[in-house]
C-alpha cells in the first residue's frame, strides 16, 4: 500500500516570492507522482506529472517539480509566486502498474499555500 | 484532456433521503472513479465504476450507502442513500484512460450539505 506526506499543511508567502511545497511518498512498487492544485470552490487540476525518465518535471503556471527516488519526495517549486497561486496543493501516488485496480491515486492531506500581497 | 460535467454542483438535502450524482464525459474513457472530499480535508476514494458490471469499493465503503451505476463509457452516477449529516462532503468523480501514468482528470465536484 502506498501513502503520502505533505509536510506542511499552510505555506503563506509573500507575493513574488519563491516557494517550496513538500511531499514524500511510501510505496514498495514503482510509483507514478501527480501535483493536483484545488482553487477555492473548484474541483482538482493537474499541476504536473511524474512518470518516468527526466526527473524534473515542468507543469503549467510555472510550477515544476523533481523526483527524488532515495528520498522518495517529490517537491513542488515556484520561483516567483503570484496571487492567484493562492489554493491547495495535493501531492498524490499511484501504483504503476497498467492494471485494473492499481490506478488509484493515493492522495495527501493537502497544503493550503497563501500568497499575501 | 477530457472535459468532465458534474450534476447537480451543490445541494441541501434533508437527513434520511438519497442524492443522486450525475458525472459525464464528452469522450470515452477507460476509467471513472468517484472520490468524497470531507470539509478541510484530503480525498478519499470511494469506488471504481466499472462499465457493464459492479463498481468496485474501498475499505469502508459500501454498496448499499454509495450505489454507483455506470451504463456506458461516458457517464456514471453515485447515489448517497439514507444521508445523514456527516455525508456533508464535495463528492468529485474523476477519470482515466488506459495509456502510461492512467492520469487522472477530475470533474467540478458537488458540494452536498445535509441537515
Known amino acids: 500500500a502506498q501513502s503520502v506526506t505533505q509536510l506542511d499543511s499552510q505555506v503563506p508567502v509573500f507575493e513574488e516570492a519563491p516557494v517550496e511545497l513538500r511531499c514524500n511518498y511510501s510505496s514498495s512498487v514503482s510509483v507514478y507522482l501527480f501535483w493536483y492544485v484545488q482553487y477555492p470552490n473548484q474541483g482538482l487540476q493537474l499541476l504536473l506529472k511524474y512518470l518516468s525518465g527526466s526527473t524534473l518535471v515542468k507543469g503549467i503556471n510555472g510550477f515544476e517539480a523533481e523526483f527524488n527516488k532515495s528520498q522518495t519526495s517529490f517537491h513542488l517549486r515556484k520561483p516567483s509566486v503570484h496571487i492567484s497561486d493562492t489554493a491547495e496543493y495535493f501531492c498524490a501516488v499511484s501504483d504503476a502498474l497498467i492494471i485494473q485496480g492499481a490506478q488509484k491515486l493515493v492522495f495527501g492531506q493537502g497544503t493550503r499555500l497563501t500568497i499575501n500581497p | 484532456s477530457a472535459v468532465i460535467s458534474q450534476k447537480p454542483s451543490r445541494d441541501i438535502c434533508q437527513r434520511g433521503t438519497s442524492l443522486t450524482i450525475q458525472c459525464q464525459v464528452d469522450s470515452q474513457v477507460t476509467m471513472m472513479f468517484w472520490y468524497r472530499q470531507q470539509p478541510g480535508q484530503s480525498l478519499t476514494l470511494i469506488a471504481t465504476?466499472?462499465?457493464?458490471?459492479?463498481?468496485?469499493?474501498e475499505s469502508g465503503f459500501v454498496i448499499d450507502k454509495f450505489p454507483i451505476s455506470r451504463p456506458n463509457l461516458t457517464f456514471s452516477t453515485l447515489t448517497v442513500s439514507n444521508m445523514s449529516p456527516e455525508d456533508s462532503s464535495i463528492y468529485l468523480c474523476?477519470?482515466?484512460?488506459?495509456?502510461?501514468?492512467?492520469?487522472?482528470?477530475f470533474g467540478p465536484g458537488t458540494r452536498l450539505t445535509v441537515l
Open positions: 474523476s477519470v482515466a484512460t488506459a495509456s502510461v501514468g492512467n492520469t487522472q482528470y
Open positions: 465504476a466499472n462499465q457493464g458490471s459492479e463498481a468496485t469499493y
